[in-house]
């Protein structure tokens, strides 16, 4: 980040393809929120106006939502060149959300059920990092207030922020929520980043991995034993609700592809060959 004495730092916080849950979030933090905003010159806030009139440099841009249309690339791309640091927010910019569904059902299919009749666009959904560098991600659907407080304080301070990687069963259990994995649910905890409380436990709700995977998560050993108890089918439709089932399965890929090396094998089989074979 540029360092300029005195000077509050230019953020900016856009919406791409979302529901903007998240920006909702920020807001709802009410004094907190207005708070941090004290601490910085805010050019750009989405839900506050239509159109982002673009500075010529930012130094910290928030992206919530999901790159979908021509519009949002381009925006995105333009606040990447212009912003030292980029920051994702929530679900569906890091993880595809839950509009990455329909990738895993025929895309045809999908978007015919929703506009029946009209002639629409209809992109595979793909995650910010897959057309812009990423420094960071505030994770969740929608994300955790009082992190994002947290983490945002923590970028102005000190200019970078590190979310402790815990699973969510951490969270889960230290609140003696009952174990829903154990009563034969389909339940992603032990391989879910922490941090939201496990605020889906609390109301019996099963975690469908919204925050994604925390570093050294055991994917493999987690996929083994869903897979003896679910079937493959049951498993994907419980990953696939907030996008995580190509990021759980491409840490899978890179977790084999390692011990393939190791044993010397020179060929990756496609990832979903590999979950077959663990079943
Ligand atoms: S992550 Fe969830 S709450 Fe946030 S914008 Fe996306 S869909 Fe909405
Ligand atoms: S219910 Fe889910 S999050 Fe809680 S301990 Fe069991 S597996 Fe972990
Ligand atoms: S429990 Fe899981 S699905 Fe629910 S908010 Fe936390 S990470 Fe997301």
Request: net charge positive; glycine share 8%.
């Amino acid at each position: 980040m540029t360092k300029r004495k005195n000077i509050k730092p230019k953020i900016a916080i856009i919406g791409l393809t979302s529901c903007e849950g998240c920006q909702f979030v920020m807001l709802d933090q009410g004094r907190r929120f207005l708070d941090w905003l004290a601490k910085v010159q805010l050019e750009e806030f989405r839900l506050v106006e239509d159109e982002p009139i673009l500075a010529e440099h930012y130094d910290i841009c928030f992206v919530e939502g999901n790159p979908v249309t021509k519009a949002n690339i381009k925006l995105l791309k333009e606040m990447r060149c212009r912003s030292d640091k980029l920051v994702v927010v929530g679900n569906c910019a890091a993880l595809g959300g839950v509009w990455e569904l329909k990738n895993y059902a025929s895309k045809t299919r999908a978007i015919k059920a929703v506009y029946k009749k009209l002639k629409v666009a209809n992109p595979d959904i793909k995650e910010v990092d897959n057309f812009v560098k990423v420094d960071y991600v505030i994770p969740g659907c929608p994300i955790d207030g009082d992190e994002f407080i947290e983490l945002a304080n923590q970028l102005l301070k000190k200019g970078s922020f590190r979310i402790p990687q815990n699973p969510v069963c951490y969270e889960c259990q230290s609140r003696g929520y009952q174990c829903l994995l154990q009563q034969e649910e389909i339940c992603l905890g032990p391989i879910t980043l922490g941090g939201c409380k496990a605020v889906c436990l609390k109301s019996k709700q099963a975690c469908w991995g919204c925050r994604g995977l925390f570093d050294g998560a055991q994917v493999e050993n987690f996929m083994n034993y869903l897979l003896k108890h679910f079937s493959r089918e049951q498993v994907y439709r419980i990953m696939e609700v907030f996008g995580a089932r190509d990021t759980i399965l491409k840490r899978l890929e890179e977790m084999q592809g390692k011990k393939n090396r190791k044993f010397g094998k020179s060929k990756v089989n496609k990832i979903d060959n590999k979950i077959k074979k663990l079943k």
